[in-house]
């Protein structure tokens, strides 16, 4: 039998490592044209009104980097923490507690005009973010507690927080009942960058973010003990790198950004708090952190294809009636290929027999 | 009602809540004692309860709705073998990524379904024993999947235990590389592990979408997945513990409902945190015992074997 082998590489294979994102996307795309066909549309289509037609007007660019900066900015914390192995998967809770300490800020005043509240609107989400994800650091640092497991659970609390909020304190005394904060006053929310757009202001914080993170892991010692943490735990030990540091320090940067990604969100284009402020932004930064390779100019353009996803998703939803879980789909589907695609860069495939007892020493 | 019928309903629910975080956890148990972190739980189940919710709607056959949520866990949990065992892919990422694909799929699937209302699996009482006062309608008066998931649960303990291809099973998650060197299949054990694992994250979530709750809606395993995999821990990889901390889950989740059906004025949203904050509790409660998770833990459990020569 001809089967195929894999077999080992001597050393990593730099091609197959900047290639597979892009083979990736091909093979998810190729796979979301068989989905759309099953489904009795034509792929053509069905293609254009997913990629093509969100983007085609000012206002849909607009929409990418509206959607593509929360992704940004959680996946670039998100990077931070996944390079050492820190697994924090609860960036949509830590967005959530960030829109909740920003918009309660907003909130509590509602005459406030000054120039200072949006930057203090800011700053408390960052807080907010940061303090929920200060518990899965304590928790592991301190009591050796699993970080995937708590950081997940507490976006469950997170939400339900949030919920609870909109539905009792903070709800809108006009609103009907609607389960909905009242809405934030001009001082509150981002002023929109460009006519015709709902581009704001805070599209432009992960463009600070960006080469902040970057001189971070690629340029600082502290991002140099990142690495080797993560590539070897039992060298950083011995070099006397502290893991609690690391940790604390993954948790804390990825609860800041995903904490502000709320702010952004909430004091954008919502412009009051709902129940539902994130259609998954902080689960989709995981595969967008993937996807640009853990570096931050990869995932500036994983994060512009996600928000493209998004996009597309709605787009089909309105043009063709498909359901928005499309885009939920594509995204796993993504995610999967990476992986699969990554076994390239370690492994080649080897078809024909004693190959192997040829070649290895 | 008198105060030992509604201790009897009580602990009855409380069964019920608990009996899908059995079968999950169960399933991961035997995954982990292979060495396999397979954080793909919630996709798994998801699946599990939109195919057999929509095999059961389209069929009107509730057995073969379950057929159908076993084969869709155990497809969900193929791809998570190939991926993670074959091509040796990162196992955290991997499992993610099915509990991502697993949410948008099944959400995709289902959609046609979310009004949908079908019969739901009725109890099943055991003549003579489900007349005893208090014990018999708590024990005996369940549904099918209620007694399987404790049969299911003694037999697995058993295999772990006490059976040859159960020792081999946790060679595998425990020396890899000396199991391989015996002459064991590593990566063939791995797989039927992963296998079995999906199996029973589908059994999981066709408990929930045709038992428990008996209807189809989008993410309607609300973290229960991930709560299993806290158990499994909770329990330090022992089938018997599972069953304790699956069922003290449900107790929490009942407590959850029935203070507010009790018509205490504490917000439900805030109650609804209650069954996520005591994983929290109870992980952070066994966690802290370093050498009691070194000791129990699978010592490959989450490492990528790759047989050499």
């Known amino acids: ?361 | 009602m008198s105060e030992l019928d509604l201790l009897a309903a009580v602990l009855a629910a409380t069964l019920r809540a608990g009996t899908p975080l059995v079968l999950a956890a169960l399933g991961e148990l035997v995954t982990e004692k292979s060495g396999v972190l397979n954080l793909g739980v919630e996709g798994m189940m998801l699946m599990g309860a939109v195919a057999g919710f929509i095999a059961a709607a389209a069929s009107g056959d509730l057995a073969l709705g379950i057929a159908a949520a076993l084969l869709a866990g155990m497809a969900m949990a193929l791809l998570f073998g190939v991926l993670a065992l074959t091509l040796q892919a990162n196992q955290v990422a991997t499992g993610l990524a099915l509990s991502i694909f697993g949410t948008g799929l099944s959400a995709f699937l289902g959609r046609g379904y979310v009004d949908a209302t079908l019969g739901g699996v009725t109890p099943l009482a055991i003549p003579g024993l489900a007349q005893v006062p208090l014990l018999g309608p708590v024990l005996f008066d369940q549904d099918i999947l209620v007694y399987a998931s404790v049969i299911l649960l003694v037999a697995v303990h058993r295999f772990l235990a006490r059976s040859r291809f159960g020792l081999v099973l946790r060679a595998a998650g425990e020396s890899p590389d000396a199991a391989h060197a015996l002459g064991y299949p590593v990566i063939r054990i791995r797989y039927c592990a992963v296998m079995f694992g999906g199996a029973m994250s589908g059994l999981a979530g066709a408990y929930l979408s045709l038992a428990y709750t008996p209807m189809w809606t989008e993410n309607m395993s609300a973290g229960r997945g991930w709560i299993a995999l806290a158990l499994v821990v909770f329990a330090t990889w022992k089938p018997l513990r599972v069953l304790l901390g699956a069922y003290i889950f449900g107790g929490v989740s009942i407590l959850q409902l029935n203070i507010q059906g009790a018509g205490f004025a504490f917000p439900p949203d805030l109650l609804a945190t209650l069954p996520y904050l005591a994983t929290i509790v109870v992980l952070v409660l066994i966690s802290r015992d370093v050498r009691r998770i070194r000791l129990n833990a699978p010592a490959a459990l989450g490492k990528p074997f790759r047989p050499q020569t």
């Open chain 1, 1 to 361: 039998m001809m089967l195929p082998r894999l077999e080992q590489r001597a050393e990593a294979f730099w091609v197959a490592r900047y290639l597979s994102p892009f083979l990736a996307a091909a093979l998810a795309l190729l796979c979301g044209g068989l989905l759309f066909a099953s489904l009795g549309y034509d792929p053509l289509v069905a293609f254009h009104a997913f990629f093509i037609k969100p983007v085609s007007s000012l206002y849909g660019l607009g929409e990418v980097a509206l959607k593509a900066s929360p992704l940004l900015l959680c996946a670039l914390g998100l990077a931070v923490g996944f390079r050492c192995k820190v697994w924090n998967i609860g960036a949509e809770g830590q967005f959530t507690t960030g829109a909740i300490a920003g918009g309660g800020l907003a909130l509590a005043f509602p005459h406030g005009n000054g120039l200072w509240l949006l930057p203090a609107m800011i700053l408390a989400g960052a807080l907010g973010g940061m303090a929920w994800a200060a518990i899965p650091a304590f928790l592991r640092t301190r009591f050796n507690t699993s970080e995937i497991l708590s950081s997940l659970m507490l976006s469950y609390v997170a939400l339900l927080v949030l919920s609870y909020l909109v539905h009792g304190p903070w709800r809108d005394p006009a609103g009907f009942n609607f389960p909905q904060s009242r809405q934030f006053e001009d001082a509150a929310l981002f002023p929109i960058l460009f006519a015709g757009t709902r581009v704001n202001l805070s599209c432009a914080l992960p463009f600070a973010a960006l080469p902040a993170v970057w001189m971070l892991l690629e340029r600082s010692f502290i991002g140099f003990q990142i690495k080797v943490a993560g590539l070897a735990p039992a060298a950083a030990a011995y070099a006397g790198f502290k893991e609690t540091h690391l940790v604390w320090l993954s948790l804390l940067l990825g609860g800041a950004f995903a904490g502000i990604a709320g702010v952004d969100e909430v004091a954008g284009p919502i412009g009051q708090l709902l129940p539902n402020i994130s259609p998954g932004y902080g689960f989709a930064a995981i595969i967008v952190a993937f996807l640009g390779r853990l570096h931050p100019l990869g995932i500036l353009f994983a994060s512009l294809l996600m928000a493209l996803i998004y996009l597309g998703g709605e787009s089909v939803q309105v043009s063709l009636g498909l359901p928005l879980a499309v885009a939920g789909v594509f995204q796993g589907m993504l995610l999967f290929f990476l992986l699969g695609c990554d076994v390239f860069v370690r492994y080649r495939l080897r078809f024909g027999p004693g190959a192997a007892a040829a070649s290895s020493p």
